[in-house]
């Protein structure tokens, strides 16, 4: 079995910036990536500078092409385990197949949970978006609908109210507005609609309104909305490594890998970066944790190697 210096198991933004600073470094590297990245339904990449709006798969394919030239190496499949033992990491797929490194670099992304409203998953990335960084522009001055279903939902009415005179913050599941909630909106001319959703009306490829209980349908373009975000980390359990809470402004928004400023994890030998332990990082600062893991992990062979040879030495 080959025994790569560092096995990435993720090939979006942070996975393959990662793996082009190790490989650069002339270390060996493999990628395992299941082709589902998060932004897959997006129909293109914002804020990265010199690519805005380029579409995903452009970059993805692009950067797995940058980091083969330098002698990197790519396999199509799910890890479903890893384990360590004295020669280093293994890593299972679903097809069975194991594979073996000296380190892991975790960057998996998370998941996305949808409020459980029918409408919105089929609608998701599309005219359903939950970033105004991310998709703002492209909605702008359209209606928008933004669904409450926490806490986040103000701070998130206000901020695509920056995008369009017209937005409806549909309080939905949220909590009761306290009074300067209400007076805040008031003032920023954002209505509130009180009652719960049903779902989404569609008319061929496009949103046209919210349903509410009860019938009554408020005539809407776009719809914001906050997801719950899982860190896609599962598979490390057995090295005793588990996602944790993550908290916006006091709110719980999901979970992710714990890591240091280089992307080291409670677990020697693992790092990880992007949304798996960044959930609120869009694609440029991903790659960005992805380089500076990719460097720490360098540093850190380089640091064994180090012991390894005066021992030798030595002896």
């Given at each position: 079995m080959t025994k790569y210096d560092v096995i990435v198991i993720g090939g979006g933004a942070a996975g393959l910036s990662g793996a082009l600073a190790l490989v650069r470094?002339?270390?060996s590297v493999l990628v395992v990536d299941d082709g589902t990245p998060r932004n897959a339904p997006a129909d293109g990449v914002h804020n990265f500078l010199t690519r805005d709006g380029v579409p995903p798969g452009e970059i993805y394919a692009l950067g797995r092409q940058e980091v083969a030239g330098y002698g990197g190496e790519f396999v199509n499949g799910t890890v479903t385990t890893a384990g360590r033992d004295d020669n280093g990491f293994t890593v299972g797929l679903a097809d069975g197949t194991t594979y073996r490194g000296r380190r892991l670099l975790v960057t998996t992304g998370l998941t996305d949970v949808l409020p459980d409203v029918p409408g919105l998953a089929e609608?998701?990335?599309?005219?359903?978006v939950h970033c105004p960084y991310c998709h703002g522009w492209e909605i702008k001055d359209q209606a928008i609908g933004v669904l409450a279903t926490g806490a986040m939902a103000v701070h998130q009415a206000q901020l695509f109210r920056q995008l369009s005179d017209d937005v409806t913050l549909f309080l939905h599941t949220a909590p009761d507005l306290t009074d300067e909630q209400w007076e805040e909106l008031?003032?920023?001319?954002?209505?509130v609609v009180q009652g719960k959703v049903e779902q989404l009306e569609v008319t061929g490829d496009r949103i046209t309104g919210v349903r509410l209980e009860g019938g009554k349908v408020v005539p809407r373009q776009a719809i914001a909305v906050q997801t719950t975000v899982r860190a896609r980390a599962?598979?490390?359990?057995?090295l005793g490594l588990e996602a944790t809470v993550v908290e916006a402004n006091g709110v719980e928004v999901g979970t992710a890998v714990t890591v240091d400023g280089m992307g080291a994890t409670a677990v020697p030998g693992v790092f990880a970066a992007g949304n798996v332990s960044s959930p609120m990082a869009q694609v440029m600062p991903s790659a960005a944790a992805g380089l500076m893991a990719g460097a720490g992990l360098n540093f850190d062979l380089i640091g064994e190697e180090t012991r390894l040879a005066v021992a030798a030495r030595s002896s």
């Open positions: 470094s002339r270390r609608r998701w990335g599309k005219d359903v008031a003032a920023r001319g954002i209505a599962g598979f490390l359990a057995d």
